[in-house]
């Protein structure tokens, strides 16, 4: 059973024109599977709540409390014997709480010890009137004579409003679906905090972190206001990675795109474009600094063949860099788009110029060729997966260029973190490699989203294993890309216009037999389902005040038919067969 209770409070955010505010709400969730276990000291009450989620944990006694302390061990992962793992790697979380029965109580809540991590100025603080939560899964109660049969626990789980029904995603392959199944919960469990944290060890926003938690929460629910929340907490209390700086235009833009509101983009633009406009570039308009490339720094794929400038601290070398200018490059776009949006059209050309030449400098600077890839910076002779995964993301790659870079993107396979795999999917999606990065998705390996939840976790995690980044944590948001990448690529909806007044629908389903699911705008719900046989059939549903630009993949006979009649394709680029379609319920055929 489950029951939802609004609070409506305040999040912390110190701004002279704060976001909406985010209402936190307490979900009552019961057990899916309790068990009486044998302990040295008398029966263990276990629990298992199927879900990881932060929050706390209520227990009654329908008869007498026990009598002396009970101790309450709440966690993310179990051991090999399926008991609570107390020595988790990283900070996979496990608590040790005792708690103290009355005689004359029957009812308790966890007093739960706040870590002294999160003592931490930035850190995002829990909401007085909800308490110190932490994020748990399983639950094991022993000692004080405590009787199993007579114990009930109720997890209280904490998030912002989260409607379920909204999303949907099922296709022809059970590992995708559970993979969406990760993601999505990560979306909806770590909003505890009103608004989006880097995880559990430091509860701190970040800008890279937010960027993608934004694309996968919209891919699930709508709502704007945990990324507005977060944007104007990040504004305030700005992080060190010269790229983060970047990704603010990026949520700005996203946010204007989703919603067709300016909210972000009017409240902070001047601002922003003072820390736009005060870096460092050099006369042919390339920026001068290095990056965190990717984190942790071992996911970094020989960057620069592992040389690092000692004068550059924790951005990385060459200080004329691909990555730090790929990310340059298309937040000036972002900033020229904002700013024609509002108004500023000298702001708009500037902006416009910056990227056009700093473009042509990029292309020039960092083209090896000999090899046909982008080097890792101005004097570096080794290319990596991110200095040309993200040039091809960023649609910095000329189209005569871009078969061998997607080539050589695609043989690194997974050389990245769980944070440049937003980058490295999107690369392949943007290079007509579907297949390859829907096989990325779904991998058995290591590096990769079915080893998560092989090993037992609900939420994605902030790296791919503990040896890779040995003080990861299990509820790190950033790790859940494929929730926007499957809602975006392989169901193929992207806004064409603001707010969704046109949306594109361009499936790109690989080697899928079949896949179906529902994407949630600010206009409605927009459902599709694909087949994806000799003849690609597309069933769509588009909401009122809505048009769609629709592109399916050519077959053999280069035939689109609209509702059952034969339609003359837009011009295209000869891979896709693209129509104008109204709102509404279609089916569609490429024949």
């Not at 599977?33 to 298992?48: C, N, S």
């Not at 509860?203 to 104007?232: H, K, M, V």
């Not at 794929?301 to 690092?308: F, R, V």
């Not at 993200?390 to 910095?396: I, Q, R, T, V, Y």
Request: glycine residues 8%; proline residues 8%; hydrophobic residues 40%.
């Amino acid at each position: 059973m489950k029951r939802l209770l609004l609070l409506a409070l305040l999040i912390p955010v110190r701004s002279s024109v704060a976001a909406e505010p985010v209402p936190l709400v307490t979900e009552r969730v019961s057990p899916v599977r309790t068990e009486t276990r044998h302990g040295d000291q008398g029966p263990v009450l276990f629990a298992d709540f199927g879900k990881d989620a932060y929050g706390n944990l209520e227990i009654s006694f329908a008869g007498k409390p026990p009598e002396g302390p009970v101790t309450v061990c709440l966690g993310e992962k179990l051991n090999a014997s399926g008991a609570l793992d107390r020595k988790p790697p990283g900070n996979v979380n496990y608590l040790e709480i005792p708690m103290v029965t009355r005689p004359d109580q029957r009812l308790y809540r966890l007093s739960i010890p706040r870590k002294p991590r999160h003592e931490n100025p930035d850190a995002i603080p829990v909401i007085r009137e909800v308490g110190e939560i932490t994020p748990f899964r399983y639950v094991e109660a022993r000692g004080g004579g405590i009787d199993p049969g007579k114990t009930s626990l109720i997890q209280l789980a904490v998030h912002a409003p989260f409607e379920e029904s909204l999303s949907s995603f099922e296709s022809s392959d059970p590992h995708l679906d559970a993979v969406w199944d990760l993601c999505k919960h990560t979306m909806k469990a770590s909003s505890a905090f009103g608004v989006f944290i880097d995880g559990e060890r430091e509860r701190i926003p970040y800008e890279g972190d937010a960027y993608i938690n934004q694309l996968s929460f919209a891919a699930c629910d709508p709502d704007p206001r945990l990324i507005r929340a977060t944007f104007d907490r990040l504004m305030e209390h700005p992080t060190w990675p010269i790229e983060w700086l970047f990704h603010l235009p990026m949520i700005a833009y996203a946010d204007y795109m989703a919603t067709g509101d300016t909210t972000i983009a009017s409240r902070h633009y001047d601002k922003l474009k003072g820390r736009i406009e005060a870096l460092a570039t050099r006369p042919d308009g390339l920026l001068e600094s290095g990056a965190i490339v990717d984190w942790p720094a071992g996911e970094r794929d020989g960057y620069n063949g592992g040389i690092p400038d000692p004068t550059m601290g924790n951005q990385v070398g060459p200080r004329i860099n691909t990555v730090a200018n790929a990310f340059y490059i298309h937040a000036l776009g972002r900033m020229a788009a904002l700013a024609r949006v509002l108004g500023r059209k000298g702001d708009a050309e500037s902006f416009d110029s910056r990227a056009t030449k700093a473009a042509d400098a990029f292309n020039r600077v960092f083209f090896d060729q000999r090899t046909g890839l982008y080097t890792d910076g101005e004097g570096s002779d080794h290319s990596s997966l991110h200095a040309n995964m993200f040039p091809l993301a960023f649609d910095l790659v000329p189209a005569d260029r871009q078969a061998k870079v997607a080539a050589f993107v695609k043989s690194r396979g997974m050389a990245c973190s769980v944070y440049g795999a937003q980058y490295l999917l999107e690369a392949l999606m943007k290079a007509g490699m579907d297949r390859e990065a829907i096989a990325l998705i779904t991998s058995p390996g290591l590096r990769g989203w079915r080893h998560m939840i092989d090993a037992g976790s609900t939420m994605t995690w902030e790296a791919w294993d503990s040896s890779v980044k040995p003080n990861l944590t299990w509820n790190h948001a950033w790790g859940a890309s494929p929730a926007n990448i499957l809602s975006r690529y392989v169901l193929g909806i992207r806004p064409l216009a603001p707010g969704y007044e046109r949306v594109l629908i361009a499936p790109q389903p690989g080697d899928l037999a079949w896949v179906k699911g529902r994407v949630p705008t600010v206009r409605g719900p927009v459902e599709v389902k694909v087949d994806n046989g000799a003849m690609f059939r597309l069933q769509l549903a588009l909401p009122a005040a809505m048009a769609g630009e629709v592109r399916l993949p050519r077959r053999k006979h280069g035939v689109l038919l609209l509702d059952g009649k034969e339609v003359t394709p837009l011009p295209g680029d000869g891979k896709t067969l693209a129509a104008v379609i109204p709102a509404g319920n279609h089916f569609l055929e490429s024949r």
